[in-house]
């Protein structure tokens, strides 16, 4: 039973990693002063567009993002910022400029995918849990009612037969009916 919750655990830890991973891109880059990054993401109508960053310290940067027709979306002047878009089929370009005098760290993440896809993998996410519950419970299930084999009989010991033939139990000592299978007083096995 501990193993069946060690694999379950596992499953269910490998399912939340890969539901992370599917369509991220992360970075950690330095921007001297002056410098900026730039990033394009292509993206098809209906997409969430989700991202999230930020400076270590208290650093601060120029943060704008414009949609596929160049109208500007977002346009600050922080240390992290982020938010979700319902895009329009196109490139967005999120650029961040360091418009301080030292160089400044910055992290980003932008996971995203489209509607569809996401009620897709959903699914199939939940049917793959399904299929590994019923195997689970088939794997207990058979293995609870599995049927232990009944020893091997033992044939009597040339002492015990004698004391058959002689008319007596071979456990008890009673007297037996030569004939019977089993002691009528404590069950032993004539035959």
């Known amino acids: 039973m501990k193993s ?15 539901a992370v991973s599917v369509g991220v891109a992360a970075e950690t880059v330095s921007l001297h002063a002056g410098e900026s990054k730039v990033v394009q993401v292509d993206a ?25 027709d160049g109208i500007v979306i977002d346009d600050i002047v922080a240390s ?15 650029t961040w400029t360091n418009t301080g005098a030292t160089s400044v760290t910055l992290s980003y993440t932008m996971p995203f995918q489209d509607i569809e896809s996401a009620v897709n993998y959903v699914l ?22 599995r049927k232990k084999k009944a ?6 010991s040339p002492m015990e037969y004698q004391a058959v033939a002689s008319g007596r139990c071979p456990k008890c000592g009673r007297p037996v009916d030569p004939n019977g299978m089993f002691c009528a007083v404590c069950g032993a096995k004539l035959r």
């Open 4 to 18: 069946t919750r060690i694999i379950l655990a596992s499953l269910a830890l490998a399912f939340v990693l890969l």
């Open 44 to 68: 098809d109508a209906g997409q969430w567009l989700t991202y999230t960053w930020y400076t270590m310290g208290v650093d601060t940067l120029h943060f704008v993002v414009t949609d596929p």
């Open 80 to 94: 992290s910022g982020g938010d979700t878009i319902f895009a329009d089929a196109g490139t967005y370009t999120f």
């Open 124 to 145: 199939w996410l939940l049917l793959i849990i399904v299929i590994v519950v019923v195997v689970v419970i088939v794997i207990v299930v058979v293995l609870a009612t």
């Open 151 to 156: 020893p091997a009989a033992q044939p009597l």
